[in-house]
């Protein structure tokens, strides 16, 4: 059953990670939403363009749409990057302050570093590989191919799925020791 308790805790934990990825999608929704909705500024930015053009109409437009091209991919830029940050913070938090994340808490799990007068430091680095191989480098890749490279876009996607088994299945086996509790040097236990 300890299986079935740390993957549970992993899925809790997740699921507030999805739940923080959810509201950010939202709010870029709206923030993207705002950008083309606003008829006035993009009226006077257009018609402003328009006029520095010279008469240049498809410049101009395509001025005006590339603008709001690379608006919006920073909003969504923003979004990864913040739901990396947060995703971060909450794991280096929960196991620097209570060496537990809310999952396991619930599940009656603890984190404990194998040197305890490294124990900060455990929290930042087992914070940082969870925080990789569950959303960094997933995020890596969907940036990327909102930039507009495909190719390496799917070659990172690969790494983040490599990653992420690379972390999760050593749980499965006898050891239970996951890529982050090696790298940090930590074990969980009840």
């Given at each position: 059953?300890?299986?079935?308790?740390?993957?549970?805790?992993?899925?809790?934990?997740?699921?507030?990670?999805?739940?923080?990825?959810?509201?950010?999608?939202?709010?870029?929704?709206?923030?993207?939403?705002?950008?083309?909705?606003?008829?006035?500024?993009?009226?006077?930015?257009?018609?402003?363009?328009?006029?520095?053009?010279?008469?240049?109409?498809?410049?101009?437009?395509?001025?005006?749409?590339?603008?709001?091209?690379?608006?919006?991919?920073?909003?969504?830029?923003?979004?990864?990057?913040?739901?990396?940050?947060?995703?971060?913070?909450?794991?280096?938090a929960c196991l620097a302050l209570t060496g537990r994340t809310a999952g396991k808490a619930l599940l009656g799990l603890k984190v404990a570093p194998v040197l305890p007068d490294r124990a900060r430091r455990a929290?930042?680095?087992?914070?940082?590989?969870?925080?990789?191989?569950?959303?960094?480098?997933?995020?890596?890749?969907?940036?990327?191919?909102?930039?507009?490279?495909?190719?390496?876009?799917?070659?990172?996607?690969?790494?983040?799925?490599?990653?992420?088994?690379?972390?999760?299945?050593?749980?499965?086996?006898?050891?239970?020791?996951?890529?982050?509790?090696?790298?940090?040097?930590?074990?969980?236990?009840?």
């Amino acid at each position: 059953m300890p299986k079935l308790r740390r993957a549970t805790a992993w899925l809790i934990d997740f699921a507030l990670v999805a739940a923080v990825a959810s509201a950010l999608a939202v709010l870029t929704f709206h923030r993207v939403s705002a950008l083309v909705a606003d008829v006035p500024g993009l009226a006077t930015r257009g018609g402003w363009d328009l006029l520095a053009s010279r008469g240049d109409v498809v410049g101009a437009s395509e001025r005006l749409g590339l603008s709001l091209w690379d608006e919006t991919v920073l909003y969504v830029e923003e979004a990864f990057g913040l739901l990396v940050l947060i995703t971060f913070g909450y794991q280096w938090a929960c196991l620097a302050l209570t060496g537990r994340t809310a999952g396991k808490a619930l599940l009656g799990l603890k984190v404990a570093p194998v040197l305890p007068d490294r124990a900060r430091r455990a929290a930042a680095l087992r914070a940082a590989v969870t925080t990789a191989a569950d959303v960094a480098v997933y995020a890596v890749a969907c940036v990327l191919l909102v930039e507009g490279e495909f190719v390496l876009s799917v070659l990172v996607w690969a790494v983040a799925v490599a990653l992420f088994l690379l972390n999760a299945v050593p749980v499965l086996l006898p050891g239970r020791r996951s890529l982050a509790d090696r790298l940090a040097r930590t074990t969980v236990a009840p």
